[in-house]
């Protein structure tokens, strides 16, 4: 008989399942896609990357964080060559940020 040793299941990643932490990811995730998408203009792009910037910053507190990319966004969302799409985008975010306040 061959002995099979029992396998301990592997650790699991720690997850965050606080109900901020994952609303925080979903907007960072979000802001990735709204970084990315070439349908709006560059300033916008790099107004979603620095919003995105703001947010990730370890040292900082959170609403501080959360103030600086509601700033950021808001900015933007005022552009007159913005796009719909984009503009609700932006909308949507800074709504999601607001609720984590």
């Known amino acids: ?10 650790a699991a990643p720690a997850v965050a399942t606080d109900p901020k932490s994952l609303a925080l990811e979903a907007t960072f995730a979000t ?3 709204l970084a990315d998408d070439a349908s709006v203009p560059r300033n916008v792009r790099r107004g979603a990357q620095s919003a995105k910037d703001a ?11 959360i103030a600086s ?3 950021a966004l808001d900015d933007l969302a005022n552009d007159p060559n913005l796009p719909t799409h ?3 985008a932006i909308w949507s975010i800074i709504s999601q940020l607001e609720s984590l306040q």
Request: aromatic content about 4%; charged content about 25%.
């Open 55 to 65: 947010l990730g910053k370890p040292r900082v507190a959170l609403d501080v964080r």
């Open 86 to 88: 984009g503009r609700t």
């Open 31 to 33: 802001l990735t896609e």
């Open 69 to 71: 990319a509601v700033y």
């Open 1 to 10: 008989m061959s002995a099979q040793g029992a396998s301990l299941p592997d």
